[in-house]
């Protein structure tokens, strides 16, 4: 009984841990997508948000509208291939992308 309680400690501060690993995406923001290839539509005004989660680094931002602007990123391209290697001269070989999106606050 003694181990349980540590080990369910011990996973509890490893998940919150690895639950603030992308701080610098801010806290309302909700993953929407992911992969080597997005194409995603926004449901409201607001910004989109790809970061590479094993490293921490913003790829992209860019400001979505609903019905406007989506978010697109495609590694296909030599565009995105571009952005990539100015970001990462060494490209992590386990890289993972997520994209978020954090909706614009409600005007009054």
Not at 29 to 43: C, H, N, Q, S
Not at 79 to 105: C, E, G, K
Request: charged content about 15%.
């Amino acid at each position: 009984m003694k181990y349980t309680t540590h080990i369910i400690g011990l996973t509890t501060l490893l998940l919150a841990v690895g639950c603030t690993s992308t701080s610098n995406v801010p806290s309302g923001a909700k993953v929407v997508g992911g992969g080597l290839k997005i194409d995603w539509d926004a449901p409201a005004d607001g910004t989109a948000i790809l970061v590479e989660t094993t490293t921490g680094k913003t790829v992209a931002t860019k400001s979505v509208a609903d019905g406007g602007a989506g978010f697109s990123f495609d590694l296909t391209t030599q565009q995105d291939v571009d952005t990539l290697q100015a970001i990462f001269p060494t490209m992590p070989t386990n890289a993972q992308f997520v994209l978020y999106f954090v909706p614009s606050p409600k005007k009054q």
